[in-house]
């Protein structure tokens, strides 16, 4: 080949391998972000706790370790109910929890959990997402530094575990039961005493008798408590939590400094977990329930009619005075009604009609 042809194609060479260089996407050594993530939840506690890991894990392996979310469950950095301080502080990036521990912060947050006679999951998820829930979320959370994203929910909860049976309202009375939130208020409405406690420490203080009735979650997790070894009387349903949403509660002013992109990460890991722990809930709790009735004798009892009645009247009276604290919460208050007027009214002929006629033909 001669030289002069030789340089020519080598050019024509160097050229179009510049240009392959020229249009191909800039490759950077990104920055790992470190996460702290404390919760109120015991490490390795089915559903709770173990949702809040996986979702910690998931999002450390979205980004191939470029997140590295640090795991510290409830007294391993900060004492359960502690969490939200922290990360509204700063000291740590984020939490993992529900929203009605708060309420002696502002009587607003309850409903980003649940309250009685409230949300089922689906039509949480309807007020969150497209009936201006998630914008009034994150308008109470900035007055406290912090943002709020749906991350896990256990579907309708049990009513409780109680030593007696609770035949009335006035069975109710004089009772130290283990209940946060809104929840808690109604009972006390009825002559009960509502404990806020965390999940450690509930089965210590129902043996010790210092409660005298607990409200947990399902069969599952209860189940994993052991509550039965102190009550034997498991009723249903809860009317104060009938579709428990947990949530990441994230430092808004980190929040704000992420890069869109890595908040549309964080936001799809958390609402992927928003989906798989309802998943995993209905898929283990009627197992767990069977054994409890068989292998532990315990006594499922259902409330009646009249207890409900009460405990629907004590309801009203607790919404209201929540509703006169604040304009935030007012405002809350009512588009939270709002939805479940029209979502529940959805519901009423969709889901729950369909239910009915299908549980009826199968015999269920």
């Given at each position: 080949?001669e030289r002069r042809e030789f340089l020519k194609t080598a050019g024509a060479g160097a050229l179009a391998a510049g240009a392959m260089i020229a249009g191909a996407p800039a490759v950077h050594a990104?920055?790992?972000?470190?996460?702290?993530?404390?919760?109120?939840?015991?490490?390795?506690?089915?559903?709770?706790?173990?949702?809040?890991?996986?979702?910690?894990?998931?999002?450390?392996?979205?980004?191939?370790?470029?997140?590295?979310?640090?795991?510290?469950?409830?007294?391993?950095?900060?004492?359960?109910?502690?969490?939200?301080?922290?990360?509204?502080?700063?000291n740590a990036q984020m939490y993992h929890g529900a929203e009605y521990y708060w309420k002696g912060k502002h009587a607003g947050f309850p409903y980003f959990c649940s309250v009685p006679f409230g949300?089922?999951?689906?039509?949480?998820?309807?007020?969150?997402?497209?009936?201006?829930?998630?914008?009034?979320?994150?308008?109470?959370?900035?007055?406290?530094?912090?943002?709020?994203?749906?991350?896990?929910?256990?579907?309708?909860?049990?009513?409780?575990?109680?030593?007696?049976?609770?035949?009335?309202?006035?069975?109710?009375?004089?009772?130290?039961?283990?209940?946060?939130?809104?929840?808690?208020?109604?009972?006390?409405?009825?002559?009960?005493?509502?404990?806020?406690?965390?999940?450690?420490?509930?089965?210590?203080?129902?043996?010790?008798?210092?409660?005298?009735?607990?409200?947990?979650?399902?069969?599952?997790?209860?189940?994993?408590?052991?509550?039965?070894?102190?009550?034997?009387?498991?009723?249903?349903?809860?009317?104060h939590e009938p579709g428990s949403m947990l949530c990441i509660g994230i430092n808004k002013k980190w929040w704000d400094g992420l890069s869109k992109s890595d908040q549309l990460i964080i936001e799809?890991?958390?609402?992927?977990?928003?989906?798989?722990?309802?998943?995993?809930?209905?898929?283990?709790?009627?197992?767990?329930?069977?054994?409890?009735?068989?292998?532990?004798?315990?006594?499922?009892?259902?409330?009646?009619?009249?207890?409900?009645?009460?405990?629907?009247?004590?309801?009203?009276?607790?919404?209201?005075?929540?509703?006169?604290?604040?304009?935030?919460?007012?405002?809350?208050?009512?588009?939270?009604?709002?939805?479940?007027?029209?979502?529940?009214?959805?519901?009423?002929?969709?889901?729950?009609?369909?239910?009915?006629?299908?549980?009826?033909?199968?015999?269920?």
């Open positions: 080949m990104q920055q790992t972000i470190e996460i702290t993530l404390v919760t109120t939840w015991p490490r390795d506690f089915p559903g709770l706790g173990t949702g809040a890991q996986r979702f910690a894990q998931r999002l450390t392996d979205m980004t191939n370790g470029r997140m590295k979310v640090n795991y510290f469950a409830a007294g391993e950095r900060v004492k359960a109910f502690d969490s939200f301080d922290e990360v509204a502080s700063g949300l089922t999951v689906n039509e949480m998820n309807a007020w969150i997402r497209f009936g201006g829930g998630q914008e009034l979320w994150d308008e109470l959370g900035a007055e406290f530094g912090v943002k709020g994203l749906m991350c896990g929910n256990t579907g309708s909860q049990m009513g409780g575990w109680f030593r007696k049976e609770i035949n009335s309202a006035d069975d109710l009375k004089g009772l130290k039961i283990r209940i946060p939130g809104i929840g808690g208020d109604v009972m006390a409405k009825l002559g009960a005493s509502p404990v806020s406690l965390p999940g450690g420490q509930i089965y210590e203080n129902l043996i010790a008798g210092s409660i005298d009735a607990t409200e947990w979650v399902g069969p599952w997790n209860d189940g994993f408590m052991k509550f039965y070894e102190a009550a034997k009387y498991y009723y249903y349903p809860g009317m799809a890991a958390a609402s992927m977990e928003n989906d798989v722990m309802m998943a995993e809930f209905n898929a283990r709790n009627g197992e767990a329930l069977n054994k409890l009735v068989t292998e532990q004798g315990v006594m499922l009892r259902e409330f009646n009619d009249d207890i409900y009645d009460a405990f629907g009247e004590a309801a009203a009276e607790v919404f209201e005075e929540t509703r006169k604290q604040n304009e935030l919460a007012a405002r809350i208050h009512d588009s939270f009604a709002k939805a479940r007027q029209e979502v529940g009214s959805w519901m009423k002929i969709s889901d729950q009609a369909y239910l009915n006629k299908r549980n009826r033909v199968l015999g269920l």
